[in-house]
């Protein structure tokens, strides 16, 4: 019975994704750009913006969206990373 119960319960983990088994969607990291190729939901909208704030934060700089262009399915999203002087000049 515990047998089971565990095997179920690894199943469920798998299932979700599993701790730290987020998927990276990074495909280029040039300069002061990153570009990411990601599916078309707000969850890893939300997913690749963390990412280019971290990517940008230890560069000291702020991670500003430049597009996002989408179709039904995908995503190609760029991100710059600007200093905070810079910043008015990227966001009215």
């Known amino acids: 019975m515990l047998t089971r119960r565990l095997f179920f319960a690894a199943i469920l983990v798998l299932?979700?994704?599993?701790?730290?088994?987020a998927a990276n969607y990074r495909i280029t990291n040039q300069e002061n750009f990153v570009t990411y190729d990601r599916p078309f939901t707000?969850?890893?909208?939300?997913?690749?913006?963390?990412?280019?704030?971290?990517?940008?934060?230890?560069?000291?700089?702020?991670?500003?969206?430049?597009?996002?262009?989408?179709n039904l399915t995908r995503c190609f999203t760029n991100y710059q990373c600007v200093t905070k002087?810079?910043?008015?000049?990227?966001?009215?």
Do not use: M, N, W, Y
Not at 45 to 68: G, L, M, P, T
Not at 85 to 92: I, N, Q, R, S, W
């Open 85 to 92: 002087a810079e910043l008015p000049t990227f966001v009215p």
């Open 15 to 21: 299932a979700a994704g599993g701790p730290g088994c």
């Open 42 to 70: 707000a969850a890893t909208a939300e997913e690749v913006r963390k990412d280019a704030d971290s990517i940008c934060s230890h560069r000291r700089q702020v991670a500003v969206q430049i597009s996002d262009v989408c």
